[in-house]
Nanobody, 113 residues
Framework: QVQLVESGGGLVQAGGSLRLSCTAS????????MGWYRQAPGKQRELVAS???????NYADTVKGRFTISRDNAKNTVYLQMNSLKPEDTAVYYC???????WGQGTQVTVSS
């Protein structure tokens, strides 16, 4: 059984930065394609960024140039560095092992204008 635990969310002013972390316990973290998703109130969950075990990253157009996904396989952790945050980035952010059933519990990010 794999558990994913996110941390690092919070309240920040527009233009600010946050770094989210997601640490996995159990399983074979290093082989998973890891993704960060977000869900705003009344909206569908969307993929924000993904990162393969080989280091290939993809980003949603809305966050390109502002967000960076990275991973430390030795620590079983994936990160999402979020810069130049905008109010529309406000959402609950989840990490997910793409292709698996494993999701974190989510961490709230709120960006004030």
């Amino acid at each position: 059984q794999v558990q994913l635990v996110e941390s690092g969310g919070g309240l920040v002013q527009a233009g600010g930065s946050l770094r989210l972390s997601c640490t996995a316990s159990g399983g074979y973290f290093s082989i998973y394609v890891m993704g960060w998703y977000r869900q705003a109130p009344g909206k569908q969950r969307e993929l924000v960024a993904s990162l393969t075990s080989g280091g290939i990253a993809n980003y949603a157009d809305t966050v390109k140039g502002r967000f960076t996904i990275s991973r430390d396989n030795a620590k079983n952790t994936v990160y999402l560095q979020m810069n130049s945050l905008k109010p529309e980035d406000t959402a609950v952010y989840y990490c997910h092992g793409i292709g698996t059933v494993y999701w974190g519990q989510g961490t709230q990010v709120t960006v004030s204008s």
